[in-house]
């Protein structure tokens, strides 16, 4: 390998990626090094050895350039293994002098998470029963466990070289010793607390009594503020004193803030903040071992606190992974093989990462059903405005080549009539003729190169028009009257049955004819099926009436007849809603068993559910969850999340129940004429 590198090495730089980091240098071959090796601290914290072993070799090959940058050759460093075989690393510095000595708190809060702290740092020992001494394995290392708050005094005064232990009692002590790393657990706060209400802050205590664990901190509080206090100590339970008479106030420790609330006291101050840090003896403090010892725990910090997040950008967005995964210097891009897009792959805080997959998902690219959607943003159907014969019009090309542009992920364009019979409106979309076919294309195609998803919304009225929009008398499930602008529906028929599924096929036939990538079903707005589904209008009894699964037969037998039609090759969404079955208890029949079989016996022959209701977050059946959060229990496939999502607040809020693939937008939320960047901002801050 060493040798294939020198070769490659001499090589021109912008042909081989060795000879580029040959020629920038040991500066940017050194900062390759230090990345490598997070990664593989990063990866080694993960069960998953593949990716552990693939960091390790772009350790080794980054170490070899360099060796090859310094002139270091393979023999060189076997030279010097050999030089140790005899003896090494810490064994071998454990015969060199005597053994170091470390306080490690034996009960009590930090205890265990010492422990484990010292198992990670490969630090091993067996410590026999109540016995407060162990010596390490494989270490110049003793142990020595004693009571959390005398460490430091042992550290600082005695004779034990280092010691872990909490930030407040190194405070309380004052003893000189150096705290060379904090270790990010036993996190809380030191606070002046008195019973709720009682005092408007910590100066209203003048003249009170105080009782704490912490009496030096204390005092030091209240004599830089001139405050006459009363100290006196205790060493447990000190939110009691309280209520036992004892003091006016205290002065204890807050993590959850559970045992404040419960003793029925406020925070009236902080005096500080603190958490388990590794101290050592100044005498001690430079030495190497020290280094080593500050280098494992820092690392194993790290690793805790850190994840590392790979994922897939348009290129042209790369600025937008480096602000929101700056990583610790900055995201490593990659490509991907596929033109105009790179792989970024960055190493952030744990603590972000559901902020930053939410950032990431919204706004970032993803996979569906085959396709890569750029984001997860979806624009809601312009509705009317098509010419009289149902062509697409100007008005229409307009409105979603603007949108195109501005880079919605997914289209759904207008509710079309699949049949005249089924047209609803005057200025509807159609996709029922032939002659809609040339300018769905035209649009199609450049909404396409604008790289949105689209689809289309495939409606028939039923009940819902009248004889001089769509020249029959309506057909529905029933006789249906929607009031004075329109006729009265007739019931349909088998024969009926048969000519509106073939209705639908031949559309979504049109729609793969065109290009769409996937078509929606209207199952909602009163239409044709959601008359069939509401009881309020399908009164039959016969196989389309009455039970869940007939009121759904003439859905079901039309999207298995689209299915078939285009051999599974183009998505189906179905549109639906429940609001006015369910909140308005419009449709008595429609309870949560009822809603919980309807996804049940649709399943099978959907692709994605757009469920839409009055507002993303009302809550259903009792009260208790959305509708998401409902439908996300009984099925995995896709849904998109739709219903009053006019404010950035309202799609954050949908966002965080972490149940929708893509989110449906209000026309409100995308009138701004930057309208992306905006959302952008508010929920990637
Ligand atoms: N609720 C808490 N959350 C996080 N850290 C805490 C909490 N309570 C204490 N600590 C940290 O742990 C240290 C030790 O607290 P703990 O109450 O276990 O000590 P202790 O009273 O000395 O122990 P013990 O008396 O049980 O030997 C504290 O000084 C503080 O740094
Ligand atoms: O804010 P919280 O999460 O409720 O934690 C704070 C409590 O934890 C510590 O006490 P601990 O339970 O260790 O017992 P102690 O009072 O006897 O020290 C501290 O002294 C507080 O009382």
């Given at each position: 390998m060493y040798q294939r590198l020198i070769e490659r090495g001499n090589q021109p730089a912008d042909t081989s990626y060795t000879a580029s980091l040959l020629t920038a240098g040991a500066h940017k071959i050194l900062k390759k090094v230090a990345e490598e090796s997070a990664e593989v601290l990063m990866a080694s914290?993960?069960?998953?050895k593949t990716h552990l072993t693939a960091e390790i070799a772009d350790l080794y090959y980054h170490v070899m350039v360099l060796m090859i940058n310094k002139g270091i050759t393979p023999a060189d460093v076997r030279a010097e293994l050999e030089k140790r075989s005899a003896l090494s690393g810490l064994a071998e510095k454990a015969a060199l002098r005597k053994p170091y000595s470390m306080a490690v708190p034996k009960?009590?809060?930090i205890a265990e998470r010492t422990e484990i702290l010292l198992k990670k740092a490969g630090l091993n020992y067996t410590r026999r029963h109540r016995q407060d001494v162990a010596y390490c394995l494989n270490a110049p290392l003793m142990l020595v466990f004693l009571p959390a708050h005398d460490i430091p005094l042992y550290v600082g005064e005695g004779e034990i070289h280092y010691g872990i232990t909490g930030q407040d009692l190194v405070a309380e002590n004052d003893v000189c010793v150096?705290?060379?790393?904090?270790?990010?657990?036993?996190i809380c706060k030191l606070c002046v607390q008195a019973p709720?209400?009682?005092?408007?802050?910590?100066?209203?205590?003048?003249g009170k009594r105080v009782v704490t664990s912490f009496p030096r901190l204390a005092e030091q509080y209240f004599k830089t503020r001139e405050l006459p206090i009363r100290i006196r100590t205790v060493n447990?339970?000190?939110?009691a004193a309280c209520s036992l008479g004892l003091a006016d106030a205290v002065v204890d420790l807050v993590e959850s803030g559970e045992t404040m609330e419960a003793a029925g006291l406020e925070a009236l101050d902080t005096i500080m903040r603190t958490e388990t840090v590794f101290i050592a003896n100044p005498r001690v403090a430079e030495d190497e071992f020290t280094q080593i010892l500050k280098m494992r725990f820092n690392g194993i910090k790290t690793a805790e606190q850190n994840v590392i997040i790979e994922y897939n950008i348009p290129s042209a967005r790369l600025p937008d992974a480096v602000r929101i995964t700056?990583?610790?210097k900055s995201p490593t891009v990659m490509d991907?093989?596929?033109?105009?897009w790179k792989a970024v792959k960055s190493l952030i805080p744990r603590a972000d990462i559901n902020h930053v997959i939410e950032r990431i998902s919204l706004l970032e690219s993803f996979t569906l059903y085959n396709h890569t959607i750029r984001n997860r943003i979806v624009v809601p159907p312009s509705d009317g405005n098509a010419q009289r014969d149902g062509r697409v019009s100007h008005t229409i090309f307009e409105y979603y080549l603007k949108l195109a542009k501005q880079e919605a992920g997914t289209l759904i364009l207008d509710?079309?009539?699949?049949?005249q019979q089924g047209k609803?409106?005057?200025?509807q979309l159609g996709i029922?003729?032939?002659?809609?076919?040339n300018g769905l294309k035209n649009l199609v195609k450049i909404l396409t190169d604008e790289g949105v998803y689209v689809g289309i919304r495939f409606s028939h009225a039923g009940a819902k028009t009248n004889e001089k929009i769509c020249g029959e008398q309506p057909v529905g499930p029933s006789e249906i009257n929607f009031g004075k602008d329109y006729d009265n529906s007739r019931e349909f028929d088998e024969d009926d049955a048969e000519e509106i599924t073939m209705y639908f096929t031949h559309a979504i036939e049109r729609a793969e004819e065109i290009g769409f990538h996937f078509v929606e079903v209207n199952a909602?707005?009163?239409?044709l099926f959601d008359q069939c589904i509401n009881t309020r209008y399908n009164q039959r009894?016969?196989?389309?009436?009455?039970p869940m699964e007939n009121r759904l037969r003439l859905l079901i037998t039309v999207l298995d007849a689209m299915r078939t039609r285009v051999k599974g090759k183009i998505p189906i969404s179905l549109f639906f809603s429940i609001h006015d079955k369910v909140q308005d208890k419009?449709?008595?029949?429609?309870?949560a068993q009822d809603f919980d079989q309807f996804i049940r016996l649709l399943e099978p022959h959907v692709d994605f559910f757009h469920p839409i209701t009055i507002h993303v977050m009302n809550k259903f059946f009792g009260e208790e969850v959305t509708l998401l959060e409902w439908i996300r229990n009984s099925t995995s496939k896709p849904l998109i999340a739709e219903g009053n999502i006019k404010s950035t607040s309202v799609l954050k809020e949908a966002i965080g129940?972490?149940?929708?693939e893509m989110y449906c937008l209000d026309k409100g939320l995308l009138s701004r004429p930057n309208w992306l960047q905006f959302i952008q901002k508010k929920i990637t801050g």
């Open positions: 914290v993960s069960s998953d009960k009590g809060r150096e705290e060379v790393e904090t270790l990010a657990y036993g709720k209400g009682k005092y408007a802050d910590a100066e209203a205590l003048a447990g339970s000190v939110e700056p990583g610790s991907t093989g596929e033109a105009g509710n079309a009539y699949v049949a609803s409106s005057p200025l029922s003729e032939e002659e809609h076919i909602a707005q009163q239409m009894t016969d196989k389309y009436g009455g419009a449709d008595p029949d429609f309870s129940l972490e149940k929708a």
